[in-house]
């Protein structure tokens, strides 16, 4: 082992918990020192970015990672690493792309009507029109928008007050924009699209009054604290990513962030099938309670 590998190796520990780094893993073959391993690669980036990939499946981000790494045509890990530390470009375009921010309003339509017709009225009866909502994940603001609108039909607007959260600064600064594709407008129901939307070219802008009743914050669901005493919280299609590990602390940190009788929305092939162990009483296989 080399004295540079040692003092790399021991920067890369540096306490972390989240990484069992072994310096072995960083050896030498000859005079030329072997290309980092993923669990290396974690490590640095985890060091970049804070995201912690140890927590997400790995096949599917590996093979994210790779076709990125293609693209650039770096040489592997990591050149791409050394690449990301002097190229802010590719540092935001990395994070972007690792943390896969798809989204679009009213996905499964289906399931916004239930809020609709059931949920939210279930939730003002029991806690009033004051309602404490997170949309954790909320990506480009398409998903806290939508349920700012689907709570207007329920709420004045005025009274309406969304916290979303991303890990990326990124997106959250092109949801403030509120401009959007049409395609990512297509489920908003028409009314809604008439009353909140302005034709801009090919794109649609979303007005003030949908906008300034949302606030944004960063949070990372990994390790920052969560909000507290929610009466809904709506995160989804992002745990799908997430290692069955990170998952369970996740779901009990969201049922903790529940008030009793609150609703959690999940994404549509997120289940959670062992819902019972957090505490959670299964409304259907995507909203879930926390019991009165
Ligand atoms: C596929 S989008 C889902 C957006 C929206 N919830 C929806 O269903 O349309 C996943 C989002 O999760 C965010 N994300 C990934 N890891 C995260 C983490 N550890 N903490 C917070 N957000 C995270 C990404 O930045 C991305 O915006």
Not at 119 to 138: D, M
Not at 213 to 222: G, T
Not at 227 to 256: M, W
Request: net charge positive.
């Amino acid at each position: 082992m080399t004295e540079m590998a040692v003092t790399y190796g021991s920067l890369l520990i540096g306490g972390d918990r989240h990484f069992s780094y072994e310096t072995e893993k960083y050896h030498e073959k000859g005079n030329c020192q072997m290309a980092y391993d993923y669990e290396t690669f974690m490590a640095q980036v985890y060091k970049l970015t804070s995201i912690d990939l140890t927590a997400y499946k790995e096949k599917q981000m590996k093979r994210r990672i790779d076709t990125l790494i293609n693209k650039h045509k770096c040489k592997g890990y990591e050149d791409f690493v050394g690449q990301l530390k002097t190229d802010k470009a590719l540092f935001e375009e990395f994070v972007n792309y690792l943390t896969i921010n798809v989204s679009e309003f009213y996905r499964n339509p289906d399931q916004w009507e239930l809020m609709d017709k059931e949920y939210i009225p279930e939730l003002i009866k029991r806690f009033g029109t004051n309602l404490k909502v997170w949309s954790a994940a909320c990506s480009t603001g398409d998903e806290p928008y939508s349920l700012v609108m689907a709570l207007s039909r329920h709420i004045p607007l005025n009274k309406i007050k969304i916290i979303a959260t991303d890990l990326d600064k990124q997106v959250m600064a092109q949801a403030k924009t509120g401009l959007y594709s049409a395609k990512s407008v297509n489920g908003v129901p028409r009314d809604l699209k008439e009353k909140y939307f302005t034709k801009v070219g090919p794109s649609y802008q979303i007005s003030n009054d949908i906008k300034s009743r949302v606030e944004f914050k960063e949070h990372n669901l990994l390790k920052d604290p969560y909000i507290p005493s929610c009466h809904f919280i709506v995160c989804r299609n992002v745990l799908i990513y997430f290692t069955d590990e990170a998952k369970e602390g996740i779901y009990q940190k969201f049922y903790n962030s529940l008030q009793p009788g609150g609703l959690f929305f999940i994404g549509s092939t997120e289940q959670i099938v062992n819902h019972k162990q957090y505490g959670f009483e299964r409304r259907n296989s995507f909203y879930y309670q926390r019991p009165v």
